[in-house]
């Protein structure tokens, strides 16, 4: 059962990116509030109002009302979805192989491991490339 996310507040300044989680909440409230237009009744909002009352496009909010299954299954933190090619395929398969076979024996896994082994698959697999490991490439920005 699938619970309805909490409406955001109204927004006072204009933000330029926003995250998949704040994506879906003002989704939410364009399918589930309604607009007073009387002393007793009332209509669903539209694109536009929405826009108005969070200060956004109303060209994103359409864009994100046909991207709504894809934002469903993305992260919540997620600040764009990306598509595309690994650089580095073979690498980061054999990496995160290594990984689970290293976290299912019982053996920790830092930060130093993801470097050193990353480094020498690289320079096995790929020895005409230059590679370096970075908090960007590690977090998967």
């Known amino acids: 059962v699938q619970t309805p996310l909490a ?3 109204p927004v006072s ?5 926003y995250t998949t989680r704040y994506k879906l909440r003002v989704i939410s409230y364009l399918h589930h509030a309604t607009v007073p237009i009387g002393p007793t009744s009332t209509h669903p909002v539209t694109a536009a109002e929405t826009a108005r009352r969070f200060m956004i496009s109303p ?3 359409t864009r994100w009302k046909k991207q709504e299954k894809v934002l469903l299954d993305s992260l919540g933190t997620q600040r764009r979805n990306r598509v595309g090619k ?3 395929p073979i690498m980061e398969k054999l990496l995160y192989d290594g ?3 290293r976290t299912n024996s019982g053996k920790f896994v830092r930060r130093g491991w993801f470097r050193v082994w990353s480094k020498a698959l690289m320079s096995t697999h790929y020895p005409n490339s230059v590679f370096r ?3 960007g ?3 998967g920005m």
Do not use: H, T
Request: net charge positive; no cysteine.
């Open 7 to 9: 409406f955001p507040l």
């Open 13 to 17: 300044s204009i933000k330029r990116n």
């Open 59 to 61: 060209s994103n909010i």
């Open 86 to 88: 690994r650089k580095w």
């Open 99 to 101: 990984f689970i076979e």
């Open 133 to 135: 490991f970075s908090n």
């Open 137 to 139: 490439w590690f977090s």
